[in-house]
């Protein structure tokens, strides 16, 4: 297969083998086809929530207005004997 690139595409693949990230056009070409294959797999899942801590689960929750206090209380820290 012949492909033809833009000379813009052609500099960045240069600049990604001149710089060490990659071998040789074939790794580039590699990587670029596998995060093409990812972006494609990811979009066919649908769109991914953002993961919530703790706190904002609860506060969104049934038990939201239930007077749960979910602030951490401040370490006062510890006698410790030697």
């Not at 083998?17 to 093409?36: C, K, M, Q, S, W």
């Amino acid at each position: 297969m012949t492909i033809e690139l833009k000379p813009e595409q052609e500099r960045i693949i240069q600049e990604e083998i001149r710089t060490g990230h990659f071998r040789n056009v074939d790794e580039v070409l590699d990587h670029a086809l596998a995060a093409l294959r990812a972006k494609n797999s990811a979009l066919k899942s649908g769109p991914q929530k953002p993961r919530k801590n703790l706190a904002q689960f609860l506060m969104e929750s049934p038990l939201a207005g239930s007077g749960l206090d979910l602030e951490r209380d401040k370490d006062q820290g510890r006698d410790i004997e030697l």
